[in-house]
């Protein structure tokens, strides 16, 4: 199995700009979730999915961020429009059952 | 929300040496996992560990789950086992998602 896969994994933006992270979970695995990660507030859940469809939303930060989950392998995080401190590692994970699993991270950088 | 906190927050070790690294949390769980966020920043899985002991290599967690704490023991450590170590707990009476500690700091030197 390939992992969960996250893309791209390095985005620049400018402020203002639309921003759009991509997540594709591991076959099977019945629930994803978003995460954020940055040195003042360190993992902060943002999202989670359970067979597609979102359960909770409350670590969302405001309503320039979206996630949605339109099948089984496919997730995508939207930020509109973005800010400076917006800059932050995104991660994707899925689980099945107990476990969860990492992608690699997306490294927003907003300017 | 559940509280986990973690300790010590940074740990420097020489090369061979054991560790051991704490987990407390608020409330009573029914996940609770360990992970390594390596230097390239990916997080791997090391442990699901809500009760009881388990034990990988080098590594080895125990959970008391009615004292609400987890030790994750590092024996031999090795240089490749610097990086961040993340507990993460779901509450009894919460959603489904891990809430995060802020993580315990380690390098190895050599």
């Known amino acids: 199995d390939a992992g969960v896969i996250q893309s791209p994994r390095h985005e620049v933006t400018e402020m203002g700009q639309e921003v759009t992270l991509r997540c594709k979970p591991i076959?099977?695995?019945?629930?994803l979730f978003w995460y954020r990660q940055t040195m003042m507030r360190g993992l902060e859940l943002l999202i989670y999915?359970?067979?597609?469809?979102?359960?909770?939303d409350s670590g969302m930060p405001e309503d320039r961020f979206s996630a949605k989950m339109p099948n089984a392998s496919f997730s995508t995080l939207k930020i509109q429009p973005s800010e400076p401190r917006d800059s932050a590692v995104y991660f994707c994970?899925?689980?099945?059952?107990?476990?969860?699993?990492f992608g690699q991270g997306t490294r927003l950088t907003v300017v | 929300g559940i509280q986990v906190e973690q300790s010590p927050p940074d740990l420097i070790l020489q090369e061979g040496a054991n560790s051991t690294l704490r987990c407390n949390f608020s409330?009573?769980?029914?996940?609770l996992q360990w992970f390594h966020q390596n230097p390239w920043g990916q997080l791997i899985n090391l442990f699901y560990?809500?009760?009881g002991t388990k034990q990988n290599g080098r590594l080895s967690a125990t959970t008391v789950a009615t004292e609400r704490y987890s030790l994750l023991y590092i024996s031999s450590s090795q240089t490749t086992d610097s990086g961040v170590y993340f507990c993460?707990?779901?509450?009894?009476?919460?959603?489904?998602?891990?809430?995060f500690g802020k993580g315990t700091s380690l390098l190895v030197t050599p």
């Open positions: 994970a899925s689980s099945l059952g107990q476990k969860a699993f």
């Open positions: 999915f359970n067979n597609n469809v979102p359960i909770d």
């Open positions: 560990i809500p009760s």
């Open positions: 076959s099977g695995h019945d629930y």
């Open positions: 409330d009573s769980v029914n996940n």
């Open positions: 993460a707990v779901r509450g009894s009476n919460s959603g489904y998602a891990l809430n």
